[in-house]
Structure formats: structure tokens, C-alpha cells
């Protein structure tokens, strides 16, 4: 007895009203577009601009003559439309009984160089050959015989890439293969061809389907036609979870994290030609900072918020500013001079000990003060909004600003107390190993945060670069005689055509939107209501205390908002208020921008608008 499911052998085909031997996308450019392609194809309307015309006006790309998708909100729709047939003499139509269900995935191709191997076998691979259907094989430089000589010759070999999912959650584009399997992972394709399904698994891991719906019509000749047909989404985004560097990307951003900041700190003027001086070393004299430490201070303070509590990305940079301790500069320990013998018996002797050797006494001017500079921030921050060095720091950017630049100041203002009454009266000194491990763990921080941030920012499904063309390809899954399932993928033929997809912003993609703006008289009529914003009570107390001539003040920001009301405020706005303010602001930076830029031509164009009557 064979109790092997015998297969129903189908073929999916592009639809009978396309000329083109491909599978047939549409466009529509309004919101009811299921219906209006039901109308189309039930009236037979296949002269219609979007069953053909369309692709014409979208071939705008900078790279090729590749058809431009727009987006949704473009207010434009998309669907694709293929036919499924018996694989028989005529091709009859499936009967839509024997559709499990059908879909289609949506492949990146791009073109990837790798190097070839000739036959003496120079360490290149050359494994490509035997990929048909899915890579397209173009040698460059290849000799006549069919070896490569002198320099590694490259191939470029176009890859697809699908939409991967991963327990529901998109991890982005990855490499594709030859189109046999599911995209489904919990379906599981056997030996015989038979589709079984896992019903364990709840969440969809694999790649990114998107659902055909058949639809059986006939055409003007009578045959009965069976059409699949589905929405083409445009958009989509993704959260790279493991993001790594490479040993290049990782030195490129070490030396951005020092860009800035000038030596010891960074190398924003270069590295001086003689290396570390002993100058170098003081960085805080009697409480005036330097212009290093000062750029430095900045940058801890505003970009990392070192010193605030629960921040644990910070313990690399905080360990290397614990390190660093203040020093009383009236406090000085004096001993005599010792003679030199006595110190060659040491290994390893003090530089600072070296240095000094030959003067009269030997200072030890590094008395701790007990309070570090990983200390002195964290006292700072605990003041919570009154930080007195954020108040320092945007004190120095002001005069930096009104000199041209912080270099340009004589000397700067000494550091606050922690406490935030009076100024600090401590001196800092640095040595050349600790200048650079901050400047190591400034590097090593920048990349954390940008691992970090990557990881948060939301990145976008289709990309608009010279390789980012795409392409579906349908798929179905038919009932077997047996009530089993098989797979049949589209062959290219039955594929769609290769697209791109536009920009959101994209000019070329973009349709005129109507906004009407209110009558002047509209003003006054009513009372104000449409936007309302719910104000919590200490920050209307500062919006109320605004003065209409005197704008803000000192006196202001200044405002003791601790006593305001503990009531919630709803400030409501007349709507045309909203409009015309928006407008009016919205020409007055058009046109200051037009004076540097000269925008004008390409961002404003006024045409007279009749008004026309209603049920003309």
C-alpha cells in the first residue's frame, strides 16, 4: 500500500490582461483601493493609467530607470496581482477549494563583489557557479583561458536578502537562499513535498509573508481565472539588538570622542611634538580650571551625566576620575636632600623625586585634599537642578561666545564649591598615564553610547541607496488530494519586476496636500477652543509670569515655581489662532533662509484658485 500523498501540480503565472511576462503590480491613489482593482477586474477596466501607465511616471530614481513605490503616506497603494493555474494540458484555474492559503515575500537584491580562485587556486573562492535562479554570476577581468593573473580578480554576484523575523520581533535583512523551503519556520517540509505544521509554536519566526486573497473571475473569452491578489506594505522598521563595530568604525569613533577636546585630554590641536611636558600636568590651579579640563568638564557633564546616581554605563570614566584627587596648594611637605646614592639603591624611583633631586628642598605638593574629581561631580549632581557646575558651565560658553571661542579667554572662573557657595580653592595635577586612560575611557564610553542609541533608534525597513532594489515573489500553498499541503514558489517569471521605494520626503513621490487656512474674521468668532494643553501647575506659573514687552527675563527664569499650585491648568487655543501663527512663522524662515540659500523658487509657488461652486 503507498500511503505517500500524491501532489496536485500547480503553477503560478502572471495575470492574463499583463503583457509583460511578469507578476503585475498596481498602483491606486486612493484609500478604497480593494475595491476599486474588485471593480476593475470584474469590469474588465485594464486600459486604466494604473494598470500600466503608472509605471512610467514613477522612473525617477538618481540610479536607474527602476519604478519608484511610494509610500502610504503619499496617499498612494499598492497591490500585486498574479494567476494560479493547474500545471495541465490548457493551464485550467485552480479551484480556489484547494488553496490552503498563498502569499508572497519581498526580496532585497544588491550586487556583492568576492574575490574568485583561478585553477592553480590562489586562496580565492569560487563557489558561486552552481547557484542558479537566484545569483547571476558577472566576472570582471578575466582573462581569455579562464584565469585570473597578478592582482585578485573579484565577481559580482547579486544576492537576495529577505525580511527575517525572530519570535515576532524583525531583526532585518538576511541572506536568502534558493526558494524551496517555507518561509515559515514552524512548518516543516518533507522528503515527499508535504507540508505539516507545528501547532506549538504561537509566535511567527521566519520570513516576512504577506497574505494573497484568490479571487475567480472570467475573462472576456469566458475561461474561468483564478487571481491572487494582495496589498504590497511599504513600510515597516526594525531595532538592530546586537550591534558591532568593526576594528575600523571602533578607531574612527576613539578618535571622535577626543576630537574636541585639546591635549591632554584629546588631540583637537594635534599632539605636541615633544610629547608630554610637566605643564601639562597642573589642570586646576587654586580653582581656575584650564581650557582642557574645562572641555573636558563640559563634555562629562552634558553628554555622559557622569556623577549622577543609576548610571552604570559611567563606572569606567568615573573609576578614572576617582584617581585624580584634589590638592591643598598652601599645604607643602619639605624634606631635605638626600644624596643621590641613596636613591639609586631604589628601583623604580619617583619621577617626581628625579626631578627634583638637584634643588635645594624636595616638595611633596600632592597633600590630598580628600575630595576627588569623581567625588567633586557626584556632590554636584546631587544638588539635582541647581547643579552649580552646569550653572558654571553655561557661564563659560557665554563669555567663550562673546570672545570667539573659549581659546580667546585670559583665564576662566573658578570652579564652584559643591555645595554651591563660594568657589573651590583646590588645586588638580594629572600625570601622563592617567591623561591617557581618560582619554581610553572617553573612547570607550562614545562607543557604548552609540551601541546604545543604535539599539533604541527605530531603523527603516526599505533603505533608498543605488542597492536597495526590491522584489516579490509570490508563493501558495495548495491542498493535495490527500488534504496535505505543498509549496509552489513563482519562478522569475512570475515574479515581479525589480523596484525601489521612495523617501518620505522624496519631492518626486510627494502629492499636493490642501490645508485651508481661516478667514481673518474667523478670529473673532467664538470662544477659544480646539487645542488644549494640559499644563501641570509650577510650569503655568512660569509661563504666566511672561511679559509681553519684556519677554523672558531674569526675572523669569528666576521665578520661585516651588509655591505655584499643585492644580493642573487646560490652556485652550482658537484653532485659526493656531493656523495663521504657524504660517506666519513658517514665511517668516522661508524667507530669512531664502536670503542665505535663495529657496524661494524650489519651496513656494502661489496659484490662483477659483472657488468653485458645489454641484458643478
Not at 490645508?515 to 494640559?534: E, H, T, Y
Request: aromatic letters at 8%; a neutral charge.
Amino acid at each position: 500500500m503507498n500511503s505517500q500523498h500524491k501532489l496536485h501540480d500547480v503553477i503560478l503565472k502572471p495575470a492574463f490582461f499583463e503583457n509583460k511576462r511578469q507578476a503585475t503590480l498596481l498602483r491606486y491613489l486612493d484609500a478604497d483601493f480593494i475595491a476599486r482593482f474588485q471593480q476593475d477586474i470584474q469590469q474588465q477596466r485594464f486600459s486604466g493609467i494604473q494598470f500600466s501607465e503608472w509605471q512610467e511616471e514613477e522612473r525617477h530614481s538618481d540610479f536607474d530607470d527602476r519604478p519608484v513605490l511610494r509610500l502610504p503616506t503619499h496617499r498612494a497603494f499598492h497591490i500585486v496581482c498574479c494567476e494560479v493555474a493547474c500545471n495541465r494540458l490548457g493551464e485550467p484555474a485552480l479551484d480556489p477549494a484547494k488553496i490552503a492559503s498563498a502569499g508572497f515575500v519581498i526580496r532585497r537584491e544588491s550586487l556583492v563583489r568576492i574575490p574568485l580562485r583561478n585553477k592553480e587556486g590562489d586562496g580565492f573562492t569560487q563557489d558561486i557557479q552552481e547557484k542558479k535562479g537566484v545569483f547571476n554570476r558577472l566576472t570582471l577581468n578575466q582573462k581569455s583561458d579562464g584565469r585570473t593573473r597578478g592582482k585578485p580578480q573579484f565577481t559580482q554576484v547579486k544576492k537576495q536578502f529577505g525580511w527575517i523575523l525572530e519570535d515576532g520581533e524583525a531583526i532585518g535583512w538576511q541572506h536568502r537562499g534558493l526558494l524551496k523551503d517555507d518561509p515559515d519556520l514552524s512548518r516543516r517540509l518533507c522528503r515527499n513535498g508535504v507540508l505539516h505544521r507545528n501547532k506549538d509554536q504561537n509566535t511567527y519566526s521566519g520570513e516576512e509573508i504577506h497574505p494573497l486573497h484568490p479571487l475567480k473571475i472570467k475573462d472576456k473569452q469566458g475561461k474561468c481565472r483564478t487571481l491572487l491578489f494582495g496589498y504590497v506594505p511599504l513600510g515597516g522598521f526594525y531595532y538592530e539588538r546586537q550591534p558591532e563595530f568593526s576594528d575600523d568604525e571602533a578607531e574612527e569613533i576613539d578618535q571622535l570622542s577626543t576630537a574636541n577636546l585639546p591635549w591632554p585630554f584629546g588631540y583637537k590641536s594635534g599632539v605636541p611634538t615633544e610629547g608630554w611636558n610637566s605643564d601639562d600636568g597642573l589642570q586646576v590651579n587654586r580653582g581656575r580650571p584650564t581650557v582642557a579640563l574645562a572641555t573636558m568638564l563640559s563634555q562629562l557633564v552634558n553628554r555622559y551625566h557622569l556623577g549622577e546616581e543609576n548610571l552604570p554605563d559611567n563606572s569606567g570614566l568615573q573609576q578614572a576620575c576617582d584617581r585624580l584627587d584634589f590638592y591643598n596648594p598652601d599645604l607643602i611637605f619639605q624634606m631635605p636632600v638626600l644624596p643621590v646614592s641613596f636613591f639609586s639603591s631604589f628601583s623604580g624611583v619617583n619621577e617626581i623625586f628625579q626631578q627634583t633631586l638637584n634643588a635645594g628642598t624636595l616638595s611633596l605638593q600632592f597633600v590630598s585634599a580628600g575630595l576627588s574629581l569623581g567625588q567633586y561631580l557626584k556632590d554636584c549632581f546631587a544638588q539635582k537642578e541647581n547643579n552649580p557646575l552646569v550653572r558654571w558651565i553655561a557661564d563659560v560658553e557665554v563669555l567663550a561666545d562673546s570672545v570667539g571661542g573659549i581659546e580667546n579667554l585670559p583665564q576662566l572662573p573658578p570652579l564652584p564649591n559643591a555645595d554651591g557657595n563660594g568657589v573651590l580653592s583646590y588645586s588638580l595635577s594629572v600625570s601622563e598615564s592617567d591623561a591617557e586612560l581618560l582619554r581610553q575611557q572617553l573612547g570607550a564610553r562614545l562607543r557604548n553610547l552609540t551601541l546604545a542609541t543604535t539599539r533604541e533608534i527605530p531603523l527603516p525597513k526599505f533603505g533608498q541607496g543605488r542597492q536597495d532594489t526590491y522584489r516579490i515573489i509570490p508563493f501558495l500553498r495548495s491542498l493535495t488530494d490527500q488534504g496535505g499541503e505543498q509549496i509552489t514558489w513563482a519562478d522569475p517569471l512570475a515574479q515581479s519586476d525589480l523596484f525601489r521605494v521612495a523617501a518620505s520626503f522624496d519631492p518626486m513621490a510627494s502629492r499636493p496636500s490642501l490645508i485651508p487656512m481661516p478667514s481673518l474674521k474667523d478670529l473673532k468668532r467664538g470662544m477659544a477652543k480646539g487645542a488644549s494643553i494640559l499644563t501641570p501647575g509650577d510650569t503655568f506659573a512660569l509661563v504666566n509670569a511672561l511679559k509681553l514687552k519684556k519677554g523672558v527675563s531674569e526675572d523669569t527664569v528666576n521665578i520661585d515655581t516651588s509655591v505655584a499650585s499643585t492644580v493642573q491648568w487646560i490652556c485652550s487655543f482658537s484653532l485659526p489662532v493656531v493656523t495663521l501663527v504657524a504660517m506666519i512663522l513658517l514665511m517668516i524662515m522661508v524667507s530669512l533662509l531664502n536670503i542665505i540659500f535663495f529657496w524661494m523658487p524650489w519651496v513656494k509657488i502661489c496659484l490662483p484658485f477659483p472657488s468653485i461652486p458645489k454641484g458643478r
